[in-house]
């Protein structure tokens, strides 16, 4: 059994810019969720795929978008990147909708500067 | 909407001494409470969820629902405790996990 693993580990980029996380989910998981964590706070929910399909999203602006593949991967793609979204970003996975028990990757640092 | 605090950022305990991580939380419903630690350059993990009743690396939680409280108990703190503490509730249905902002706990020798 794999664990959730997300690349790269740390990337820089300029403000402007646009980026792409990816995100491969445990095996047998078909939710992935991603989660922005500014320093000293807590992960903030910023959206969540099932079966390829968002089904959830936080209070993020339309900037911030995914998508999730047949194999249940997941991207996470930020435009027009502002110095704000710097932060630690999490995807995590779990096995179906409604389970709170989640498993999260080891994280994406973006710096944007 | 749901809401979780850990009211301390940091909480600093003598070897062997009582830990009380503090938890509250705001929800019209009932919630599945969970607690997820972050161990020095590892990932997030789950420690304990309330549904369970388990005891995990000597830690218990009771969720009080009058009190709307989820807080994390250890008798007796070890070195290998010190990590980054979360909070976390699940409201059900298709809603994400909604996490406090942590607490730090620092074991100290």
């Known amino acids: 059994e794999t664990g959730v693993t997300q690349s790269p580990t740390h990337l820089i980029k300029t403000r402007g810019q646009q980026v792409t996380l990816r995100c491969s989910s445990q095996s047998g998981h078909n939710t992935v969720s991603w989660y922005q964590q500014a320093l000293g706070q807590g992960p903030q929910f910023i959206f969540q795929?099932?079966?390829?399909?968002?089904?959830g999203r936080g209070n993020f602006p339309p900037r911030f978008s995914g998508l999730q593949f047949p194999n249940y991967s997941s991207e996470l793609n930020v435009n027009a990147l502002e110095l704000d979204d710097s932060a630690l970003y999490l995807c995590?996975?779990?096995?179906?909708?409604?389970?709170?028990?989640?498993?999260f990757g080891q994280g994406t640092r973006l710096t944007v500067v | 909407a749901q809401r979780v605090t850990q009211p301390e950022k940091l909480l600093s305990v003598f070897k062997g001494a009582p830990v009380e991580l503090k938890c509250n939380y705001s929800?019209?419903?009932?919630?599945?409470l969970f607690w997820y630690v972050q161990y020095s350059r590892q990932r997030l993990q789950l420690l304990l969820r309330?549904?369970s009743r388990e005891s995990i690396k000597g830690f218990t939680a009771d969720l009080n629902k009058g009190e709307t409280s989820f807080h994390l108990k250890k008798p007796f703190a070890q070195e290998e405790d010190s990590a980054m503490y979360y909070c976390?509730?699940?409201?059900?249905?298709?809603?994400?996990?909604?996490f406090g902002k942590g607490t730090r706990l620092s074991v100290i020798a």
């Open positions: 795929y099932y079966r390829e399909e968002e089904n």
């Open positions: 976390a509730l699940f409201a059900k249905g298709n809603t994400p996990l909604v």
């Open positions: 309330h549904i």
């Open positions: 929800y019209s419903g009932s919630p599945e």
């Open positions: 995590a996975s779990s096995a179906g909708q409604g389970r709170g028990e989640a498993f």
